[in-house]
């Protein structure tokens, strides 16, 4: 992209470049967004609902990487920037505001699909059209405008057309299935533009921002299961606490503490590492498209299941009227806890197979093993459930660790190595200039 002095008050950005506290306060959106989206599909725990859950997952996500993709551009803390961000970020919270409303509206106040749609938009328009603008120099980009520009409008048009759907042409469960394919389509279209542009029009300037963005993002996902497992609707001060609560709340944090470990202790590192070692631009673009932009929607899927499964579980275990352990889990909210773990460490797997090119059979073991596990589990109360999943967990993580080891150390060397010597050289820096 060609970023120059033409452009005033953007600054392009560096290979060096890391994320900004502007990206990170725009990611305080997706905070209360992923705690909304389990909150809703926690109020109907149905197929649909959980389908309903993950679209309006999908489309969050593709709010975000668009985001992304321009924090990758540009110092989105320089110039006017800051201030376009602010912008974008009142669309989103807007966005995330409407998500208990996008499918069925309540009475009283604004009409919540329609609000959806409208937020949607803007963020999508904004972010499309600083894209476009950034890119008014490249070739690529002024023949390819239609289709950066269509796919937003389109996606709204369906959401708004979805929204806007006749009540008389449909029964209760006609209307909102017809309405859930018309968000599907919307998807499709977005998601299908992405694959049509492959990797031109754009660049990864930064692998080390681009990577270390959606390990952001995974934090945030992960601090919504730790939300998830002390929340409930109902609210819990006027409960004792008790032991059960306690372990609780132990275990849960030990599952989260496993998905971390998965994600960041070797295989992120060693997903930046590749991303470097890329140089041709459009290889890398594809790369960062395919590995991140589309691969880590299953991560945080994954990460968001396991928050719904965790749901006010401390809550009912420190409800006096709840027997010793809990009351086995329903079939729902055992199959988001099982489910999204299995599908979190799923995603890792076809990560590092298409990124580094392994084979991670210890994870793949571990999944199976979560499959066969949800029947007896189903029988269980939800304290030891809860447990038998922490214990199968870590043990496919640390089974896939000791497989790891060799590739590990070489991995985390290479990361200390470019750590010490980014901080050398600021030191030095700082010595001479401040």
Not at 113 to 131: C, D, N
Not at 141 to 158: D, I
Not at 402 to 431: F, K, T, Y
Request: net charge positive; hydrophobic share 55%; with cysteine.
């Amino acid at each position: 992209m060609d970023v120059g002095a033409g452009a005033r008050g953007v600054q392009r950005s560096a290979p060096g470049s890391r994320a900004t506290h502007l990206e990170l306060f725009y990611d305080l959106i997706f905070v209360f967004a992923f705690l909304n989206v389990t909150t809703v599909t926690a109020e109907n725990p149905t197929v649909r609902g959980l389908v309903q859950c993950l679209v309006v997952l999908a489309l969050l996500w593709w709010c975000w990487t668009g985001f992304a993709v321009l924090g990758n551009l540009i110092r989105t803390d320089q110039g006017i920037v800051p201030l376009i961000g602010f912008a974008t970020m009142a669309a989103a919270f807007v966005l995330a505001l409407s998500l208990p409303k996008a499918f069925v509206d309540r009475s009283g106040g604004l009409y919540g699909p329609l609000v959806f749609a409208a937020g949607y938009f803007l963020v999508r328009v904004s972010e499309t059209s600083i894209f476009i603008w950034l890119g008014r120099r490249n070739q690529d980009v002024r023949q390819r405008w239609l289709l950066l520009v269509l796919p937003p409008l389109l996606a709204t048009s369906l959401i708004v057309a979805a929204a806007l759907l006749p009540q008389r042409l449909f029964d209760g469960a006609g209307e909102g299935s017809a309405r859930l394919v018309l968000w599907l389509a919307a998807l499709g279209v977005e998601y299908g533009a992405g694959l049509l542009l492959g990797g031109s029009g754009w660049t990864v300037v930064s692998a080390g921002h681009w990577a270390e963005r959606h390990g952001q993002i995974v934090l945030i996902a992960l601090g919504e299961a730790i939300i998830a497992l002390g929340f409930s609707p109902g609210g819990g001060a006027g409960l004792p606490l008790t032991w059960p609560a306690l372990i609780a709340a132990v275990l849960g944090v030990a599952v989260a503490a496993t998905l971390w470990w998965a994600y960041f202790d070797t295989l992120a590192l060693g997903m930046e590492q590749a991303l470097h070692r890329t140089r041709d631009p459009v290889a890398r673009a594809t790369l960062a498209r395919d590995t991140y932009t589309y691969l880590h929607l299953p991560v945080i899927a994954g990460i968001i299941l396991f928050a719904l499964g965790l749901k006010g579980l401390i809550h009912e275990a420190a409800d006096p009227n709840t027997p010793s352990w809990g009351v086995p889990l329903p079939s729902f909210d055992l199959l988001a806890l099982y489910g999204g773990v299995a599908l979190y460490l799923l995603a890792l797997a076809v990560l590092g197979r298409r990124m580094l090119a392994s084979r991670r059979w210890p994870t793949i073991g571990g999944i199976a093993l979560l499959f066969v596990l949800v029947p007896v589990a189903g029988s269980l109360p939800e304290m030891v459930a809860l447990a038998v999943l922490a214990v199968a967990t870590s043990l496919a993580v640390l089974a896939q660790t000791i497989v790891d080891a060799h590739h590990r150390r070489g991995v985390r060397r290479v990361a200390l190595a470019e750590q010490l010597a980014a901080e050398e050289e600021q030191s030095r820096w700082r010595r001479h200039h401040l």
